[in-house]
């Protein structure tokens, strides 16, 4: 099966900027679905973007559109997110998926990783 590691969370002020990094192995990805969620402490997790694994398709939850990027690096088997003009509402552990399908449902997707925590101060 697909393994998923998240790593480059951490604490940032509002304003700032963090670059996630997911490194995939397991299978190949060429024909996959990228995605990011979110999960802050007792809410749901929520959708924030996906990318093809060929990296011509995105698609953003409004929220984070034209502040966060997306991006693969096929050679090395991973996927990005750039992150800029943080918000504290941007607070949660952020998590790396992978699917067959593009869709924003969580139950979309197949394999996740355990999440990096990404705090944003006021």
């Known amino acids: 099966q697909v393994q998923l590691v998240e790593s480059g969370g951490g604490l940032v002020q509002a304003g700032g900027s963090l670059r996630l990094s997911c490194a995939a192995s397991?299978?190949?990805?060429?024909?996959?679905?990228m995605a990011w969620f979110r999960q802050a402490p007792g809410k749901e997790r929520d959708f924030v973007a996906w990318i093809g694994w060929s990296g011509a398709n995105t698609y953003y939850a409004g929220s984070v559109k034209g502040r966060f990027t997306v991006s693969t690096d096929n050679a090395k088997n991973t996927v990005y997110l750039q992150m800029n003009s943080l918000k504290p509402e941007d607070t949660a552990v952020y998590y790396c998926?992978?699917?067959?399908?593009?869709?924003?449902?969580?139950?979309?997707?197949?394999?996740w990783g355990q999440g990096t925590q990404v705090t944003v101060s006021s």
């Open positions: 397991g299978r190949a990805f060429s024909s996959y679905v």
């Open positions: 998926t992978a699917g067959s399908l593009l869709t924003t449902v969580r139950a979309g997707y197949d394999y």
